[in-house]
Each structure stands twice: as structure tokens, then as C-alpha cells.
């Protein structure tokens, strides 16, 4: 069991495949920093169903080796510029996909089958880019193709989430993509804000937005776990620190500065703990 | 109407899936999608161009084929972004328009050609556009909003965007 964010970390090993939400659905930054720390390497990151922040950090520290994603970008403060340096310069291997094709392929993992159907994307250059992807007739019908994705399995999900309780469950309100990745990976590794009391699953409105045990391998707290991106209901996205890493980021100097001051040595008053919500 | 990424308000409960669920069955009736490359046929580029690596396709190829009326857009208009034929089709399909910040073109399916309805100004748009597109021997002009729809889109539509998008609203609109 681990009890501290660098505990997870320490259980996610070089090269692993893992899973990782969008900026805007509670990804465990503070897990992400420490994995810098500790200088990952190799990681293959997924995007479900696509990515942002931590990926840019990550691929800029050297901790990546692939990524399979449907957009790689920071949003409104722009691209990522760690990714799009990277990929211009062809020390990333980058595996363009769309995002139902994402939900599409942890769906087919989620119910034990080996792929599932999806409609649309023929015609896009991205299915040629693929051959693990397959367009095949639908057997139930004439002169209907139709895109097969595989399965796709993580070997990691991380995510934060609001709560965790002592049965072991985790709650993530709407933000079901975070159970369907919960679902596919192999373990599943979640930081979250506060601890409850007792079992989640008892409570009929909690209930449906909580990840089930069976799901979790290992949990660790991390108060403002998710900063600079936000927590519904507790603290929003902090759009100047986006905006502040966007600036810097864009030149190696500035994006080591960058690691300085709020990875290797987090400023005081920039600190997860004591930024205002 | 829903914007992708709503802070609030967001009208799902199953995840950033639930959208293109939603959009499968035929449930979406309008999308607005732009590219860093638009082209002649249609398709739209999100990818890669001209040596530079932009975020990627997003939920394009799929929203592009399943939705009934999809509106291309992009407010550069210009030879690098109106291209005979993108890059990289990230999606491609049926458009019921293109609109940028220059001109107005609809789609004619049957030709799978562009044809320009409308300049927002009086100027000849053809030597800034990389594609090839039919045109009338005369090119009306958009007809400007009118007061009420100014209001509008100053107004409940610039606060709905603020929200979401702070410096888009601050740039188009001056909203703090």
C-alpha cells in the first residue's frame, strides 16, 4: 500500500503503459511531478482521450518514450510546446488516434472482448497510420464498412479524484471516463483530496460516481493533487499558471526553469498547499 | 448548444464519451469544426503542416462523418490555410459550409467543389485562396448583423464564451 504520491509513483516502472485524462478531468499532477523526480523513462502515455499538461511535463523532463493520443495541447494557453517540440524534432514517437476510437478500444477491454466496432474515421489519413486498426464489411449487412479498433489494455491508470474512503473506493462524480480507464488498466493508482469516513457505495447519491475497490490497486492523498488544473465543486483550473508555463515551456531553458522552481524546488508561494482555490 | 469543456454546465454524466455517443446515434444536429489546413475537397487538417506538429485529429473524424450538418470554419483566410489538398486528412466528409473571416462558401456535394456565396467586404478573395471554387459573375456581400443579433452575440453569447475561453472574450469582446 502506499500512503504518499511518491509511494505511487515508485509503483509505476520505466516503460510502463499508462493511462492519463484530459487537463480538464482531474489528472494526479502531484504523482506526475514526483515520476520527474525520480526520472522516469520510457513511459508510453495514452491519452483517453487526449492530453495536456502532465503528458508536455513528462515528455519535456525525458520520461517518454511513445504516446497514442487524439490531441496533445494545453487548452487556450495553446500547444504543448515540449510535445510539439519533440515530435518536429523526431524524439517522440507519436501514435494520432480520435477520441471515440480511445474510449472505443478501453470500452472493448472493459467488456472482455478483443475489439469493437466504431463508425465515421474512414476517410481520415489516420486509419492508413494504423495497422492495428482494420476496416471490415458489417456482417449484418451489404456494402457497409465499418472500423474495427483492438482493445487496448493500460498497464497504469492514474488519476486524482475528490474523495476516498476506507472501504477503499474513490469518487469522481461525472468524470466517468476516469472509471472506464479505471476498468481497462491492469492497476489503477488514484491521489485524491480527502479521506471519508466509511463506505461510499452505501450512500445511494454517492454511489454512481464513485470507482468501485475492485478497481483500485493503490491510493495516496494529495491535498490540491490535481494543481494547476482544477477539482470541481473545490478549486478551478489556474489559468495564469498555464499561461506562465506556455511562456516558458516554448524554449528548453525555460521549461528546466520551469522544472526548477515548481518541480525539483516548488516556490513557497506557488505551492499546491497554498495557491488560492 | 454545448461547448466542448464547459467548467459548468456541463450537460454529461458519462464522460467525455458520452458526447460522441450522443453524436453516433444522430442526436447532434450541428458541429463547427476548424483546421489548420482546410482544402478544396473538404477534408480538414489538424495534424501536421509544413514541418509543424499541431495538437492532432481530436474527435474530428468521427463528429465530421456522423453529424448531419457539420460548418467548417476558420478565420484566417489565406493560401497557407486554404490549401488544394491538406497535408494530413485528419477528417473529411460532407460540409454544409465554410466560413472564414473573408467569405462564405457552401458545398456542392454533387461536384464535391466549393462554391463562394458571399465576401464580407467588396474584394477579390481568389488570389488569397489555395483552392479552386465556383463563384456568381457576381459576388454578393454577407449581409452584416443586425442590431439585435449584435446584442446577442455581445451580450449572453460573449458571457457564455468568457466563461470557458477568459482570453478569447477578453481579445474579441474586451471582457474581463
Known amino acids: ?277 | 448548444m454545448s461547448l466542448l469543456h464547459k467548467r459548468k454546465g456541463n450537460p454529461f454524466t458519462e464522460g467525455s464519451r458520452e458526447l460522441f455517443d450522443l453524436a453516433g446515434q444522430g442526436r447532434i444536429d450541428v458541429f463547427f469544426l476548424g483546421g489548420a489546413q482546410i482544402d478544396g475537397e473538404g477534408s480538414i487538417n489538424l495534424v501536421r503542416a509544413e514541418g509543424r506538429r499541431f495538437p492532432g485529429s481530436f474527435g474530428s473524424a468521427f463528429m465530421y462523418a456522423v453529424v448531419g450538418r457539420t460548418i467548417l470554419f476558420r478565420e484566417e483566410h489565406s493560401r497557407r490555410t486554404l490549401v488544394p489538398r491538406v497535408e494530413f486528412v485528419s477528417a473529411r466528409g460532407e460540409p454544409a459550409a465554410l466560413l472564414t473571416g473573408k467569405a462564405l462558401f457552401s458545398w456542392q456535394k454533387d461536384k464535391r467543389r466549393f462554391r463562394l456565396e458571399s465576401t464580407h467586404e467588396k474584394e477579390d478573395i481568389r488570389e488569397q485562396t489555395g483552392f479552386d471554387y465556383d463563384a456568381p459573375s457576381q459576388i454578393p456581400l454577407t449581409p452584416p448583423p443586425t442590431a439585435k443579433e449584435l446584442d446577442l452575440l455581445r451580450g449572453p453569447v460573449a458571457r457564455a464564451i468568457a466563461a470557458d475561453y477568459p482570453d478569447f472574450a477578453r481579445r474579441v469582446w474586451g471582457l474581463d
Open chain 1, 1 to 277: 500500500m502506499a500512503e504518499r504520491p511518491d509511494e505511487l509513483a515508485a509503483l509505476i516502472g520505466d516503460g510502463a503503459l499508462v493511462a492519463m485524462p484530459p487537463d480538464y478531468s482531474m489528472p494526479a499532477m502531484e504523482v506526475i511531478r514526483c515520476l520527474i523526480r525520480k526520472k522516469s523513462k520510457g513511459l508510453r502515455l495514452l491519452g483517453v482521450p487526449v492530453l495536456g499538461l502532465g503528458a508536455d511535463l513528462l515528455i519535456g523532463a525525458g520520461c517518454v518514450a511513445e504516446v497514442e493520443s487524439s490531441a496533445v495541447s494545453l487548452g487556450e494557453a495553446g500547444l504543448a510546446p515540449r510535445f510539439t517540440d519533440a515530435v518536429e524534432k523526431n524524439l517522440l514517437k507519436v501514435t494520432d488516434a480520435t477520441c471515440p476510437a480511445i474510449h472505443t478500444a478501453l470500452q472493448a477491454t472493459e467488456k472482455g472482448v478483443p475489439f469493437m466496432p466504431l463508425r465515421g474515421v474512414l476517410g481520415s489519413d489516420l486509419v492508413g497510420n494504423r495497422n492495428d486498426w482494420k476496416v471490415a464489411e458489417n456482417p449484418f449487412s451489404e456494402n457497409d464498412k465499418i472500423l474495427l479498433i483492438p482493445a487496448i489494455s493500460p498497464d497504469i491508470a492514474l488519476f486524482h479524484a475528490r474523495w476516498a474512503d476506507e472501504a477503499g473506493n474513490v469518487w469522481v462524480g461525472r468524470r466517468r471516463e476516469l472509471a472506464t480507464i479505471a476498468h481497462a488498466a491492469v492497476k489503477t493508482f488514484v491521489t485524491y483530496e480527502e479521506l471519508r469516513k466509511g463506505d461510499m457505495l452505501e450512500d445511494e447519491l454517492l454511489a454512481p460516481g464513485v470507482v468501485s475497490s475492485i478497481y483500485v490497486s493503490a491510493t495516496a492523498q494529495a491535498q490540491r493533487g490535481a494543481w494547476p488544473l482544477g477539482v470541481a465543486d473545490l478549486y478551478g483550473i489556474d489559468d495564469a499558471h498555464l499561461a506562465l508555463y506556455a511562456r516558458l515551456a516554448k524554449t528548453r531553458e525555460g521549461f528546466q526553469r520551469y522544472l526548477d522552481d515548481f518541480v525539483f524546488t516548488p516556490k513557497k508561494n506557488s505551492s499546491p498547499a497554498s495557491s488560492p482555490a
